[in-house]
């Protein structure tokens, strides 16, 4: 079973970079099973997806946020990471790493959930 833990600064300046990273135990890193996933919920939203990335690199990132938007991993490690860039109140939301099941649209693990607020 796969256990996914967020880590990151809960306070952000507008126009400043979103950085979050996500530490994984139970299933190695570099798995053809899954993409490693980022999906935020906005205040009284919806649940919109961010993007995600196979360890072997290939990546897809949400048109509406690509252009601000990296998600890395570390293949001999344990850890994926999302920097969002030029960051608004608008980004204020929880913000979590998922697994993405290759093949299907199914999240099968998820973390708890990072609280992210932007504010000056």
């Known amino acids: 079973q796969v256990q996914l833990q967020e880590s990151g600064p809960g306070l952000v300046k507008p126009t400043q970079t979103l950085s979050l990273t996500c530490t994984v135990s139970g299933d190695s890193i570099a798995t053809n099973d899954y993409y490693w996933s980022w999906v935020r919920q906005p205040p009284g939203k919806g649940l919109e997806w961010i993007g995600y990335?196979?360890?072997?690199?290939?990546?897809y990132y949400s048109p509406s946020l690509k252009s601000r938007t990296s998600i890395s991993l570390d293949t001999s490690g344990t850890q994926f990471s999302l920097q969002l860039s030029s960051v608004t109140p608008e980004d204020t939301a929880v913000y979590y790493c998922?697994?993405?099941?290759?093949?299907?649209?199914?999240?099968?693990?998820w973390g708890r959930g990072a609280q992210v607020t932007v504010s000056s």
């Open positions: 998922a697994t993405l099941v290759v093949g299907t649209y199914e999240y099968n693990y």
């Open positions: 990335i196979h360890y072997t690199g290939n990546h």
